[in-house]
């Protein structure tokens, strides 16, 4: 009878299936039961070196956990749900859903996480950019996926990190448009006809963001001190099922055909036919009865920098006292219909603005006004912050003011002008060309004589004597 071998101590022997067998403890499983790999192979030299590399895995400690590995799908499910959530802020974590569900598991879904290879992350990238996805969204698909194999790396479910060999698409940053100091004036006289009219002096001459500025409150504006402190800012969160099973919740708004040529169905939607629904499909908790966590939500802004208080212009002061006592009347107005909210800028019945609304009134301003296309946050930040530069305000009171953590970020904010550029190097000439040589005046007519050339002409006559 052979000794017993020592804990951990590996074995190798030849089965009766004509295969070498090694059997390698690597520690123990969640459940405390010991975790004992198998490999097999056809020679006892291959079995060796299988069950070495097994055992330096261990002894290195980058030995994968026991327990089926999970795919890419269900890993990133179970890196949402429960590791992404605890950290990122709902409008961040949104997005991560959206593009998980609607790029990452339709491209790599189906492979194990341990199994994945560059070359699969390289060809759904060639994808998405095939499809017509800008290169930015590529970048972002790519930097949701590392951080989630970033956390099964830390865990050693994976030995790497497929997503760090990869390159992605070259980004070119988008170029700021803000408004003209004149476009600026332009659009505030025609914002002027309307009741919103404060809430675009605030976007637009204070630089806030569109959810700081909807989601401001009284209680956080102090005309006296004359500061607003945006604590809070108002987004549209997706809505989550609040159901045990969502699959079966939806069941009446799955659609799993695509839409036919001409669809009449889905002809308001701005971004046409929605895609179709995938087998599993957990979508649809707008139509939950227990939804939970979605529509129009006040959160907090994503940095504590973000928080800080802003100076009023004391030429505002009186604009926001009138805006008051008119939000005032309105509420003596509505009633018992009136929904308390505080905000600053309101519906009629006290609701905060739609975001959505009010994007499109920043359109209907911009068309109104005569001023081309542009972004929300070209006329707003961005003005701005280009203003404000080009009346001489310093790159580091720009950064307090749009409440920025980097002077880098602010710098991409601010956009040099032509006409301020050719100033400056008009003057840089002057200041290292010579000045340009007088222009001989020539010969001119006097009626009076100084005393020097009398005394001159003296002196030439005596010398004639």
């Known amino acids: 009878m052979s000794p017993r071998k020592p804990n951990m101590e590996s074995s190798i022997y030849f089965g009766a299936d004509g295969w070498w067998h090694g059997r390698v403890t690597m520690g123990a499983k969640n459940d405390g039961s010991p975790d004992r790999r198998h490999r097999r192979a056809k020679t006892e030299a291959e079995i060796k070196r299988k069950v070495k590399e097994l055992e330096r895995q261990r002894d290195e400690g980058r030995a994968t956990k026991a327990g089926r590995v999970p795919t890419v799908a269900r890993w990133m499910e179970i890196y949402l749900t429960d590791i992404a959530s605890l950290k990122l802020k709902p409008r961040s974590l949104d997005d991560y859903w959206s ?18 290879q560059p070359e699969h992350l390289e060809r759904m990238y060639r994808g998405l950019l095939d499809a017509g996805h800008a290169p930015s969204h590529v970048v972002k698909v790519h930097r949701i996926l590392s951080r989630a194999l970033k956390i099964a790396h830390r865990r050693r479910m994976v030995r790497e990190n497929v997503a760090t060999l990869v390159d992605t698409p070259s980004v070119d940053e988008t170029e700021a448009n803000p408004f003209t100091q004149d476009e600026a004036k332009a659009f505030l006289e025609t914002a002027a006809k309307r009741p919103t009219f404060m809430r675009w002096i605030v976007g637009v001459g204070m630089g806030f963001r569109q959810g700081e500025t909807l989601g401001l409150r009284w209680a956080y504006v102090d005309l006296n001190a004359e500061l607003f402190r945006p604590e809070w800012q108002l987004q549209r969160l997706t809505w989550r099922h609040g159901c045990d099973n969502p699959h079966a919740c939806g069941v009446r708004l799955h659609r799993f055909e695509p839409c036919p040529p001409g669809c009449t169905t889905h002809k308001s939607y701005t971004r046409g036919c929605p895609k179709p629904c995938a087998k599993t499909c957990a979508r649809h908790a707008s139509a939950c009865p227990e939804r939970k966590g979605g529509g129009l939500v006040f959160t907090r802004p994503k940095t504590k920098k973000s928080r800080n208080a802003v100076p009023i212009p004391p030429v505002f002061i009186p604009f926001l006292a009138d805006h008051q006592a008119r939000q005032e009347v309105m509420r003596a107005a509505a009633g018992e219909l009136w929904e308390e909210h505080d905000v600053v800028f309101s519906r009629p019945d006290g609701r905060p603005l739609d975001p959505r609304a009010d994007y499109g009134e920043f ?56 006409h301020l550029s050719k100033d400056a190097m008009r003057r840089m000439g002057e200041f290292f060309a010579p000045a340009p040589p007088a222009p001989d005046p020539g010969p001119t007519e006097t009626r009076t004589e100084t005393a020097d050339s009398r005394a001159a002409r003296s002196r030439h006559r005596r010398r004639i004597r």
């Open 99 to 116: 593009k998980t569900r609607n790029d990452i598991i339709p491209g790599i879904g189906q492979h194990r996480i341990d199994k994945l």
């Open 363 to 418: 359109k209907e301003l911009l068309a109104e006004a005569g001023i081309d296309d542009r972004r929300l946050y070209d006329g707003s930040r961005h003005t701005a912050g280009t203003i404000l530069n080009e009346l001489g305000v310093d790159m580091t009171t720009i950064m307090e003011i749009l409440r920025h953590t980097q002077i880098s970020q602010t710098r991409r904010y601010v956009k040099g002008r032509s």
